[in-house]
């Protein structure tokens, strides 16, 4: 069975830090770019970052830029979130393609996703 597995998340202070870890059974997941995607109560689901199978193309959308950073080994994907603000508060999801060698993020209908890891930053 495919499976992904997201841990990391928490509650913490504005300012303060999380890693979130992605595990993947059931499928070649060196082979497969990987998304993190958040989404928050009434908003819109969005791509916070996504990695390419090699882990040499990395996608950050603008509001995490310079404070998140993805990578990956074998096994895992990686998302070290700094300088926390409130507006990072979602559920985030590891996403992973099935197109092998894939470099963009993966939104492909049949991408695998993970149950999800709740961050929430207070003020």
């Known amino acids: 069975e495919e499976q992904l597995v997201e841990s990391g998340g928490g509650s913490v202070q504005a300012g303060g830090s999380l890693r979130l870890s992605c595990t993947a059974s059931?499928?070649?997941?060196?082979?497969?770019?990987v998304g993190w995607f958040r989404q928050a109560p009434g908003k819109e689901r969005e791509a916070v970052s996504c990695i390419s199978w090699s882990g040499g193309t990395i996608y950050y959308t603008n509001s995490v830029k310079g404070r998140f950073t993805a990578s990956r080994d074998n096994d895992t994907v990686y998302l070290e979130m700094n300088s926390l603000k409130p507006d990072d508060t979602a559920m985030y999801y590891c996403?992973?393609?099935?197109?092998?060698?894939?470099?963009?993020?993966?939104?492909?209908?049949?991408?695998?996703w993970g149950q999800g890891t709740q961050v929430t930053v207070s003020s």
């Open positions: 059931g499928l070649n997941f060196g082979s497969v770019a």
């Open positions: 996403v992973a393609s099935r197109i092998e060698r894939s470099v963009s993020c993966p939104t492909d209908t049949a991408a695998i």
